[in-house]
């Protein structure tokens, strides 16, 4: 029951503005969660919290600072000159790196690294998050409701944890008034 709350309306209550590509994140979300192994309450929460994070609440879909900083970072695979500008974080886990963009293109059969710009398409950047999601077992650490887990998972660190904190707060106090007004809970 818990993927029926992404819709139009809690997506609006929770995350303000409604452009165009939301409501096709929404139908993506629908579409790809369940078989992702996210269709519970603390799932799906912890899931939306990380990304709304990643995302300033779904407002952009690209790192705002230029990539700069990410160049000639082997350890992102980014060797040739250009690479931190061309590889810089996108979609909704913030793919970040040559390397990345090349090993996710694999993943999902498509072109990342000649065409980094895939990765900001719902349907992608949502895959893209999933596989990382899942290669990471996020879903076992939902489940415990250990968000300075998923944090350090996602984040390599605690950037951005009072963030992330607040979002799951504003995400489960949501989802609860939904499920009780649905008798859901």
Same mark, same amino acid.
């Given at each position: 029951?818990?993927?029926?709350? %992404?819709?139009? *309306? ?5 995350? @303000? ?6 409501? /096709?994140?929404?139908? +993506? ?65 913030? %793919?970040?790196? *040559? ?5 996710? @293109? ?6 990342? /690294?000649?065409?980094? +710009? ?68």
């Amino acid at each position: 029951m818990s993927i029926k709350f %992404l819709n139009q *309306r809690n997506w609006k209550i929770l995350f @303000g503005e409604f452009p165009t590509y939301q409501v /096709e994140l929404i139908k +993506e979300m629908v579409d790809l969660l369940p078989p992702a192994g996210i269709y519970s309450r603390d799932r799906l929460c912890h899931f939306l919290a990380q990304i709304a994070h990643e995302t300033g609440g779904f407002r952009w879909d690209e790192e705002l600072a230029s990539g700069e900083e990410y160049e000639n970072r082997v350890d992102l695979g980014n060797t040739q000159l250009g690479d931190g500008k061309k590889f810089k974080g996108r979609g909704l886990i913030q %793919l970040t790196g *040559r390397a990345n963009y090349r090993q996710y @293109g694999r993943w999902l059969d498509l072109p990342l /690294e000649e065409n980094p +710009e895939l990765a900001r398409k719902p349907r992608v950047a949502l895959k893209i998050a999933l596989l990382y999601w899942n290669a990471n077992d996020l879903n076992y650490w939902a489940d415990k409701g250990d968000l300075v887990k998923i944090t350090r998972i996602i984040n390599g660190g605690m950037g951005g944890y009072q963030d992330r904190w607040n979002w799951l707060n504003r995400i489960m106090t949501q989802y609860d008034r939904w499920a009780k007004a649905h008798n859901n809970i």
